[in-house]
């Protein structure tokens, strides 16, 4: 079908040796309407299985249904349902502090890198899709191509969604991919032990992704990021794991938030208007002991001009004279968790977008029949009565309401985390305020740390108590040295400062129940403040000085917050001792954490920074590590 296409692409000599041999069928998407069709296997369809055979048994590795709202994916297996944070190895000899296939295997990966190439040889018949890694419409873009058996075509629909792809007919003359991704899903019985496995093979002129499971988060969306993280290490810049949104309030000031953190941090939250109780007013908290609801009414709501949901890119030529951060969407279409939809009437503007959508979607993990309309608070189930936790739907960029196209100054960086219930009984490191404000240095931390928080939706995770993402938030991803992915965020920090920083938790402040309440709040007030200086008055030193400065009052249209969900400590049920038992608990997290970057490659500066926290410092101390503008 488009055999001939492919002389247009400048491949590596073993990938062109299968794409162009004789009894080949290859399949160079011209639209996504085809694309949707292969997902089903013809218009005649309406249901698909995508199955192989493995050792002489045919096992199904997913199942795709046709609706009339797009189609959906499935999968069998529980663990295929969400990104397993163990499924990254690298097989190569360039740096990283990743797990290197030899030393998870223990052999070398060149075997099983040609039997990927003759099984993907043998199918006969595959989708191969140009994209491009970044945002070409900046010129920030990296020819790319997947290699993807045409039956698991929902996989390839999917990663154009994702990250947009190249019509057969307006392919460019000698396209030469800078990244190649295969998908070879038999390989996680055979050689994996049914496990998601996603192999790295970097080199400075080629990057080559492998990925053995069919889940597109490690692999069409991770994997991804993982290239765009691997050409930013080699050419110094950093793509930040971040959602950004242009808020317009109903006085018609402006500020850009760019909200970072671990996922489930509260970044696709971040660009939602905010969900209402039926009297219209916005529930921030409810008290686990007594069930009493904290309410207060926001009358008019600001305006949100999303900019990007999950990948930010802040490449160097991006940057202008502002002294602020200035990034762009490294994205074509944004990967979002729907599990906080459990009914019609939740969010509105999403529920539209995905019941009568412009064009077909894709979602996953959704409960839908032959023929029906996809309803997205309808979540497949793990087991009877217990719905999978990470429900999705890609929405394409240019679907959403507002979107801002192109490039912003980030005002403001915060950085989410989940935080679990915190009281005298149960002491824990829910004693995160509101919103607290960060002194750059103590920034550069939490983005060192980035805890991943309580009760995580998106991974797979069967460990208690704190643990950390890692660098940026977006270790899981990157291929390289974390100290050198910190050295990049401190240079990056010292050069914009005149963005300011702030902390959100989501889901517990102390005793009450908040959901992603606090950080709707939290965007409310610092838009309509029409300014990102705090007076002195108005900050007081956090008990924690992890947490930077915590507000002394708040004041959000008329609604006086409660002093307990700025500085925890003050709430009846937590109290000074057990906030500075959460404290203890968060300040041997972050020294147990931080040790790792203690080496010579680290910036001088930042081993100031590190230092300093091993001492216990005052926020002041970490003030003056880097004075802001």
Not at 597 to 603: S, T, W
Request: charged share 25%; aromatic share 10%.
């Amino acid at each position: 079908m488009s055999n001939s296409k492919i002389n247009r692409m400048v491949l590596p000599e073993q990938i062109e040796a299968i794409l162009k041999a004789d009894d080949m069928e290859i399949i160079i998407p011209n639209s996504k309407a085809e694309l949707f069709e292969l997902a089903l296997g013809g218009k005649e369809n309406n249901t698909w299985d995508v199955s192989y055979d493995v050792n002489g048994e045919t096992i199904r590795e997913a199942y795709v249904v046709r609706c009339k709202n797009g189609i959906v994916a499935n999968f069998d297996d529980l663990s295929m349902r969400r990104r397993d944070p163990n499924s990254m190895v690298i097989a190569d000899d360039l740096p990283t502090d990743k797990p290197t296939y030899e030393e998870r295997f223990g052999e070398s990966f060149d075997a099983t890198r040609r039997e990927t190439f003759k099984w993907l040889k043998d199918q006969k018949k595959l989708i191969v899709l140009p994209f491009y890694s970044g945002n070409e419409d900046i010129d920030i873009g990296y020819a790319s191509v997947a290699v993807i058996p045409a039956n698991a075509a929902f996989f390839a629909a999917a990663l154009a969604d994702l990250q947009g792809f190249v019509p057969a007919d307006s392919l460019p003359n000698r396209f030469k991919p800078k990244a190649i991704i295969y998908v070879a899903p038999p390989f996680r019985h055979t050689k994996f032990d049914g496990k998601q496995i996603v192999v790295h093979k970097r080199g400075f002129d080629l990057h080559e992704v492998f990925s053995y499971n069919l889940y597109p988060g490690p692999s069409a969306k991770k994997g991804v990021y993982s290239i765009l993280l691997d050409i930013g290490e080699q050419e110094n810049w950093a793509t930040l794991h971040a959602s950004t949104v242009k808020i317009v309030t109903p006085y018609d000031l402006a500020l850009t938030i760019m909200h970072e953190g671990a996922s489930g941090g509260g970044k696709s939250e971040m660009t939602e208007q905010f969900h209402r109780q039926p009297d219209g007013r916005l529930l921030l908290g409810k008290n686990i002991f007594t069930e009493a609801e904290t309410l207060i009414n926001i009358t008019d709501t600001s305006e949100l001009f999303p900019v990007t949901d999950d990948m930010a890119l802040a490449h160097p030529s991006l940057q202008n004279s502002s002294n602020k951060l200035v990034v762009a969407d490294a994205e074509y279409g944004w990967f979002l968790r729907v599990d906080h939809i459990k009914e019609y009437g939740t969010d509105p503007e999403l529920e539209k977008a995905c019941l009568t959508p412009e064009e077909p979607l894709i979602f996953l993990n959704m409960d839908a029949v032959p023929d029906s309309t996809c309803l997205i608070w309808e979540h497949i189930e793990d087991a009877p009565g217990k719905p999978c936790p990470n429900p999705r739907v890609i929405i394409p960029r240019h679907l959403k309401k507002n979107i801002v196209q192109g490039i912003v100054e980030v005002d403001i960086r915060s950085f989410g985390v989940r935080t679990p219930p915190t009281t005298k009984e149960n002491p824990n490191y829910g004693i995160i305020g509101m919103f607290h404000v960060l002194p750059p240095a103590l920034a550069w931390l939490w983005r060192l740390i980035a805890p991943r928080g309580f009760a995580n939706p998106s991974i797979i995770d069967n460990t208690k108590g704190m643990k950390s993402e890692g660098v940026g938030s977006y270790w899981p991803f990157a291929t390289g040295k974390r100290v050198d992915q910190a050295n990049l965020l401190l240079r990056q920090i010292k050069k914009s400062l005149s963005t300011r920083y702030i902390l959100i938790p989501n889901q517990y402040i102390g005793a009450y129940k908040v959901g992603f309440a606090g950080e709707w709040a939290t965007r409310e007030y610092l838009s309509r403040r029409g300014a990102v200086q705090f007076r002195k008055e108005s900050l007081t030193p956090s008990r924690c000085p992890l947490l930077g400065y915590a507000l002394n009052s708040v004041k959000l249209d008329g609604n006086v917050i409660p002093k307990g969900f700025l500085q925890v400590n003050y709430q009846t049920e937590v109290g000074n001792e057990a906030y500075d038992e959460g404290a203890k608990i968060l300040t041997d997290f972050f020294k147990e954490q931080l040790e790792p970057f203690n080496v010579k490659e680290l910036d001088s500066l930042g081993k100031q920074i590190i230092d300093a926290c091993m001492k216990d410092a005052s926020v002041e101390d970490y003030f003056n590590l880097i004075p802001k503008l």
